[in-house]
Each structure stands twice: as C-alpha cells, then as structure tokens.
C-alpha cells in the first residue's frame, strides 16, 4: 500500500522534517506556553480563513440510480421490478432525474443552489472490484508506484511545509490511502483522548514526552517519524479539544448513534477551529446492497441526508469555505438481483455540497441506459471522477497546481462550480 | 520452571530464535522461552507447534468455557437474540473476548496465529446478523484446520453457513443469482484480479455455488436443496465442468480444488503470508519461493511455513513490523504476565483488552468489509495510533484499569532475588524480560528522568520498587520504539 518498510529509507525527508520541527519545539521547552501558542498562531494566521474540502467516502458502492434516480428511463424501471423509486415520489425532478424522496433533509441546500448533483461519474474503466476500485478513486494516479494518495499531493501543493493537521480523516485510526504519502497526516477517532501520557502532571508529562521524543527520532523510519508527529500532536489536540467539545451549535441535532454524525460533528468543530485544517476525509460505510436495496438505501440515504443537514448548520460563519464531496467506489448494476439487491456496478452519482457549488440542479453528460450505450448492462461513466474533484479544487484552491495532484487526465468541466 | 526473571540478567534468546518466536507468537514471554528450551531452537519449537495436538494446554483449553453461549446450537442463538435474552451483538462480543483471551492464553501460539491470518482472509465480522448463530462455529472450523491444508481450509470455509450468510450464498439459487459470494470467492480468497477472470467467470462462480440454504431469521438450519442448483456447464478461467448433476456438490469441491491449486492462488496466499511474516513489500524471491512449496506440497500449510523462514529474507527483517493494535494489546498482556481467567463481568481483562485495543482503532473482528483487516503495517503507524498506544502500555503495566479476572504475578515474583539493585540494573532486567534484548541507553535515561532519580539509586529489596516506581518501568520499556516493532 505504502512505503511500509521501516527501515525509514522511503521517507527521509518526512523524518527529517519531522525531527527538525521537534526539534524547534524542544528547543523552546522552558516556555512550553507561549512556544505552544506560537504553533496554534501561525498555524491560524497561514489558514485561519482557508477553504476546506471534506471527502466523505460511501463505502461499499452506493447506488446512484436510487440516489439520482433516471426517471425518464423505461429501461430503469423494466431492471427493477421490485426496487426502482416511483417516478411521482421523487425530489426536484427535472426532465430527466429526480432525487431520492429520503434526501428531504437536504432540501433548503438544493433549493438555496447549495448543492449538485453529477451523474454518470465513475473510473475511466469499469472495475466492480470493491478494494481495487477503492484503492484507485482514493489514490487517483493508476500506474504510480509511488502510491502517494491524492489527498496528501494536495496537501504538499497547498502548503510549503505541510502540518500534521492539514489532512485529517475522522472517524477511524487507520490511514486511508487517499491520505498516504509524504506530508504528515494524522487519522482519529476523537480529540479527546489525543492527549500524551499523564496529561495531568505537568513535570511528569514533560519528562516523559521529552525521552519519547528523542527517542523516537533517534530511531527513525515509520514508527519514528510517527512517535515525534504523536508528540506535536498531542500539544495542540487539547487546545483543538477544548473548541471540537463545544460543539455542535445550538439548535444543531446529529441523528442518534449514527457514525457518521460522530464523525461530522468532531469534523465541524475542527473546522470552526481554525487550526489550519484543509481536507478532511470522512468514511461512511454499509452503502453495498446486495439484498433488500429498498428499505436498506432508504435508511443510508436518510441518514447521510440527515447529517450533512446538521453539519452544514453546524459550521455556523465557517460553512461558506467549506465544500464536501460524496465519492463511491463504483455504482450498482442496472438489472436487480434475486434477493431484491443490485450487485456490483459501474457509472455512479456524486453530490456537492457547500462552498463555490452552483446547485439546485443536475450535471451530467448523460449517457443514457438504452442498451446500446450500456457497458455490460451498467451505466456508463461518461466523467471521470478526477475530473469533478480538479474542477472543485481548481475553483476553491486556484492556488493549487491540480496537474500535480492528477497527473496525466483528461480534464472536462461540467460547469457546477463558480 | 526456574523463574527466569529471578536472575539478575534474565537470559536472552538469540536474536534468530527471538525473530521466530516474536512473528509466530502473540508475544515472547518466560513460559515460551522455556518451551524452545526444551526444544533447543526455535525451528524445532515451531515444528512441535505445528504439531499442536500433541501439546498440552490446559490454560488455553479452559478458556471456553468462560463463554457458555458460544457452544449454543444456531436455533437457540436466534431465539436468544429475539428475546434480548443474548443478542447477536452479545454473541459478537463474546467471540472478541475469546479471541483475545485465547491469544493471550493458549500454549498453541502458532495455531493461533495462523487461525488470526485465516480469519482475516476469510473475515466474518462479529456480531453480524445473518451470520452471528454460525460464527463460533466457523471459528472453530478456522483454528482446527488452521495448519493443514488450504484445501481443506478453502471448502470449510466458503461452505460454511457463516460464510453463506455474510455474503449472501444462501440468497443465491438459480431462479435468482446473487454474485457477492461467488466474487469475493474469486476476488479476495483465491486467484485474485490480476489472475484475469472477467465478468462471465464472476457470474459462473456465482452459478456453481447455488444450492446452499440457511434458514435465516428462522431455525439458521443449513441444508442442501439440489432443486435450487444451477445446473449446465460452468467455465470459470481454465476450469470447466459440465455440472449436470442436480446435486452440484461435486461440482463445487472439483472447482473449489481447481482454485486452490491455481498458480495464481498460489502466489497470492504466498505474497499474504509474507507480508504478514516478513515485511509489507515482500521480495519476489521470497514470494515465488513459498509459493512454489505452497505448489509442490498441494497446498499444505505447514510446507509452505517451512519455506517462508527457510528463505533469508525471513531473518533480514526483524523488527520491520508494527504490530497492530491487537497485537499490541495481547503482547503487552503477555510479556507483564498478565493472563486472563475468566470473563464474567463488564471489568473482566478479556473485555478491558478488546476496549484498549478499540481505543487504538482496531477492533477484533471490527472491520467492516469482507476484505479484512490490511495485512501491512504501515497503516498503523499514525501518530493517533502511536499516542493511544503509549497510554495502553501505561494502564497495562500497572493494571490501571483495575481489571477483573485476570491473574497477576506478585512483584517480587517478577524481580530478581538477589538485593540491593540499581535503577539501572532494573532498567536492564526489564528490558530483556519485556523486550528480550538489552536495554537501548535512552531507555536508562528516560527511566530515570521519568523517576527524578539517578541511574545508581539502590532499591534494597523488592518492597521497596512501589507500584508506582514499577509501572513507569515497565510502561517505558514498552514505549520505546523497539517495543511497537515485532
């Protein structure tokens, strides 16, 4: 996946770096404070007021014929005699799409042109592999070796020495591949419990973290590059804590026990925080349905609805720089199986959400389903996924070279960001 | 057993029989050092391990029965979870703490290392709901067959109603196909994408597969029904069969064989093991090596184990792996003598294991895809990660959670027997003991920071090294950059 070695060869320049920047930090150890915020000030000063994107991942293949449904389209409704949404319950329906009746929540931000929807996205070649599929729209340069994730190549093309708080995935401690790569990420389940050892007794503390640090840059590679990232970390999660825990805003409801609100309403504060944040990736699971589509779609979409409803209120002043983006690693079959379900597909539907979108409406150079323009009885993709993600990036990060973060696509706007 | 840590310099094993014991165990404690004692090397350990019916383990044997619900019949299972008497979640959860408990406890180490890497190609997460009445079942199914053939290992598992309930086969007839199980089959289990099968194979190893029924949300009785049975001729890559017969299971174990024995397959369980074994980017070498003795002894386990530390790769990559969270866990527990015995209360150390282990982002049978956990170790090298587990190694040494059921040896039972001793010299002692190498001299030095006292400061008897003096000890042994690595 990565360079997973930990000889420390691969990543010199991350440890050196890294170990540099410790080093900055221990130096100034006896005014542990006001060196403390220093970091927290540059770090606002240089993007206190930056736009954000926020990945949220459908995992599992979501189904963007429910989700944007072709109503238009007897070949639809004949694949799926038990499953197809009815034409008359469908949201905002132009002459060709409708949106799935469960994305009510999200009504004020279409109606207000803050969100779009995009047909008929996927991978420039069909690939119903779940993992490999993954692995290629999360790392986006098919063929590299170098494997470096998307995500983490913005990153460097955003800033000249990228922070460990640049890129952040929410939700689970596990780096994702869009986030692999040079600049130093950090994955995680909550601030909260980010604080280092006896966070309580301040001598103690600072003796401890101290061996740790030299410690883990005199031994170096992957894990020491990690220990000394952990220990800046650490430092500045508590501040960063402080603000996530006040959250969500008043008036702002999460749908219970849902993940996903977990991971947005950490995602939100962050954001509110102004720590520097510029991508966050988010992952929402249990989009693969190969039985029971009806009821099973019904409640995922239901729920995504719900709380990127709740996020957007939740950002308070900050919304207006931030952008979110659904991806999925593929869409479904056109035809329904024999347990109700649609098994692994091909074309997709992404939505964008927030900042710079001109929404209220659908994007899509239409390929229709008509058996003719099907690719092995799927929808085709007639926009490459990269190309959406250059157009959002191009429009809210014009500083940014997207050639370098997308090497080598064929980049075809379709007109849905200012 | 002499008490190993009685000696002042507790000895070492050498640094080869240290790598052996370190990648097939869940964590080089006293009791292991003494069985490749008496085994004389490590390689000779590993055989009788590969033989571990003939190993007695009593520890690892009782553990069972701490989970009564877990022997439950499938019928009774569901029953139980309509009535929230024991539900679907309860009987996920106490498959996870029996998981982590028999890593910790069982004398078996290698078995249960391989049942960890069979699991987690054949993943079943816990507490799912069309599969949880199957799951212990097929657990034991996995552990038993675990060093035999993967064959056998390959029929057990895709056969199994488990399996047919997770990805869908017991939805899958001929009126109506669903491919989910005959995919993945192909997919994660066997040949893999690169092997070229396109989408005609995916559909035909779909249509093989039809006839396996489960009751389910009913009795989750498992049947064959040959009315259900695709039947015509089945093409998937070079294998063909004429599948005339109503009753395909022929058919299937004839197909099921064909992949195992497939090249490709060959090399992709090669390149797993080896990742999982050696190193995240595994030498062609060592790879075509094990596949090739995975080929020759028709895909017998233990063969192509012999062949993987045979190769010198084996031996070049010692402490090139983070251990994942669970790993982490589980070798902490074992290397400070903790050991679980029993589990019958929300405190028990079993459950307290799978809650450190969660924290750090890592659930036994958590994931949530069929594709199981990443095999490379890279992913777990976040700083996130590192931090959450610093403060494990913390709580763990000196049980700060105050755990339930878990036996813990007394303190002047794991120091040397001869006093007065240096800090230094402690320093040193629980570093081979924890570490089973020397002490690195930062390690001294942060010792002695953390306690404020010089590296001579003299205990003069085990009373007088306080709880407190001994957790942060043994907490900074653990958090050195050698202690994340196996």
Not at chain 1, 10 to 24: H, N, P
Not at chain 1, 353 to 372: A, D, E, H, N, Q
Not at chain 2, 152 to 165: E, I, Y
């Amino acid at each position: 996946m990565t360079d997973p070695d930990d000889c420390g060869c691969g990543d010199y320049e991350v440890s050196r770096r890294s170990v540099l920047k410790a080093a900055g930090l221990a130096s100034m150890a006896g005014v542990a404070t006001s060196m403390f915020g220093d970091v927290m000030t540059s770090t606002v000063y240089g993007a206190g007021d930056g736009n954000v994107l926020v990945v949220v991942s459908l995992r599992g293949g979501a189904d963007g014929l429910s989700m944007v449904v072709p109503h238009a389209e007897s070949a639809y409704y004949a694949a799926r005699p038990s499953t197809a949404v009815a034409a008359n319950s469908l949201l905002f329906r132009d002459a060709t799409f409708g949106l799935h009746p469960a994305f009510i929540k999200l009504s004020p931000l279409w109606l207000l042109g803050q969100m779009a929807a995009i047909h008929a996205v996927g991978l420039p070649a069909p690939n119903r592999s779940h993992f490999e599929a993954m692995e290629l729209v999360e790392d986006a340069d098919p063929g590299s070796a170098a494997r470096v994730g998307w995500v983490n190549r913005m990153v460097s093309g955003l800033a000249a020495s990228p922070d460990v708080f640049d890129g952040i995935q929410v939700g689970s401690t596990l780096t994702p591949t869009a986030l692999l790569g040079p600049a130093p990420v950090l994955a995680t389940g909550q601030f909260s419990d980010l604080a280092g050892p006896f966070p309580k007794d301040a001598a103690l503390r600072s003796r401890v973290t101290g061996s740790l640090r030299a410690q883990y840059a005199r031994y170096g590679g992957t894990i020491g590059s990690a220990g000394v990232n952990a220990l800046t970390m650490s430092e500045r999660a508590a501040a960063i804590d402080d603000t996530v825990n006040e959250g969500p805003l008043a008036g702002v409801t999460y749908p219970q026990y849902s993940q996903l609100g977990e991971a947005l309403k950490t995602t939100a504060g962050l954001i509110r925080a102004n720590v520097g944040v510029k991508a966050v990736a988010v992952d929402a699971g249990g989009w693969d349905h190969h039985v029971d589509l009806q009821w099973r779609i019904n409640e995922s979409i239901d729920e995504l609805a719900q709380c990127l409803a709740a996020f957007y209120l939740d950002l308070g002043l900050s919304a207006g720089r931030v952008t979110v983006v659904t991806l999925s690693e593929f869409g479904r079959r056109l035809q329904e199986n024999g347990a109700s379900g649609v098994d692994h597909g091909y074309g997709n539907a992404v939505f964008v959400l927030g900042g710079g979108v001109k929404g209220g409406r659908y994007y899509s150079r239409w390929p229709t389903l008509s058996s003719g323009r099907q690719i092995d009885g799927d929808l085709a993709v007639t926009t490459d996924y990269r190309s959406v993600l250059t157009e959002i990036l191009r429009s809210r990060f014009p500083s940014l070279d997207t050639s370098k973060v997308f090497p080598g696509i064929s980049y075809s706007p379709l007109g849905f960001m200012t | 057993m002499t008490r190993m840590s009685a000696s002042t310099t507790p000895k070492v094993l050498s640094t080869p029989n240290q790598h052996i014991a370190s990648r097939f165990s869940f964590g080089v404690n006293e009791y292991l050092i003494s069985d490749i004692g008496s085994s004389r090397s490590a390689t000779k350990w590993l055989e009788r391990q590969f033989a571990w019916s003939k190993l007695g383990d009593t520890k690892g044997d009782a553990v069972i029965n701490w989970f009564p619900h877990l022997r439950d019949q499938p019928a009774k299972a569901w029953t139980n979870h309509q009535n929230e008497d024991h539900t679907a979640y309860a009987y996920g959860r106490d498959l996870c703490a029996y998981t982590l408990a028999m890593k910790v406890a069982t004398r078996r180490q290698v078995r249960e290392v391989m049942a960890d890497v069979w699991s987690n190609l054949f993943y079943i997460p816990m507490g799912e709901g069309r599969s949880f009445p199957w799951r212990y079942s097929f657990d034991a199914m996995i552990r038993s067959r675990s060093l035999g053939s993967f064959r056998s290992l390959l029929r057990g598992a895709v056969l199994h109603p488990a399996m047919s309930g997770w990805l869908n086969n017991s939805s899958n007839t001929k009126y109506g196909i669903n491919e989910n199980l005959g995919r993945e089959l192909l997919e994660l289990f066997t040949v893999g994408r690169p092997a070229g099968y396109d989408e005609d194979d995916v559909k035909n190893s779909a249509r093989i597969l039809t006839g396996f029924r489960v009751k389910m949300f009913d009795s989750f009785a498992a049947s064959y029904d040959p009315e259900l049975h695709y039947v015509g001729r089945i093409r998937v890559l070079g294998f063909s069969h004429a599948n005339s017969s109503k009753d395909g299971r022929t058919a299937v174990n004839a197909y099921l064989d064909y992949l195992a024995r497939h090249p490709a397959t060959a090399t992709r369980i090669a390149r797993r093991l080896c990742v999982r074994f050696v190193s995240d980017t595994p030498s062609s070498s060592i790879v075509s090596a094990v596949a090739k003795a995975y080929r020759a002894s028709d895909t017998d386990i233990k063969a192509t184990l012999r062949a993987l530390v045979r190769h010198p790769d084996f031996q070049a990559s010692k402490r090139k792996k983070v251990r994942t969270p669970i790993e982490d866990v589980v070798n902490a527990a074992r290397v400070l003598g903790l050991r679980p015995t029993g589990c019958s209360t929300e405190r028990s150390f079993p459950l307290h294991l799978l809650w450190m282990a969660e924290g750090v982002g890592q659930s036994q049978f958590g994931w949530p895809r069929p594709d199981g956990f990443p095999e490379t170790s890279a992913i777990w090298a976040s700083p996130a990660r590192v931090l959450r587990s610093w403060n494990n190694h913390y709580d763990l040494a000196g049980n700060w959670w105050r755990s339930a059921e878990v036996y813990l040896p007394a303190r002047k039972d794991q120091l040397p027997s001869a006093w007065p001793r240096a800090l230094g010299q402690l320093v040193e002692h629980q570093a081979r003991m924890l570490l089973g190498r020397g002490a690195p001299s930062d390690l001294q030095s942060a010792v002695a920071s953390a306690l404020n006292l010089p590296l001579a400061y003299e205990f003069n008897s085990a009373a007088e090294v306080t709880e407190w003096t001994w957790a942060l000890i043994r907490g900074a042994v653990l958090n050195l950059p050698e202690g994340m690595l196996r």
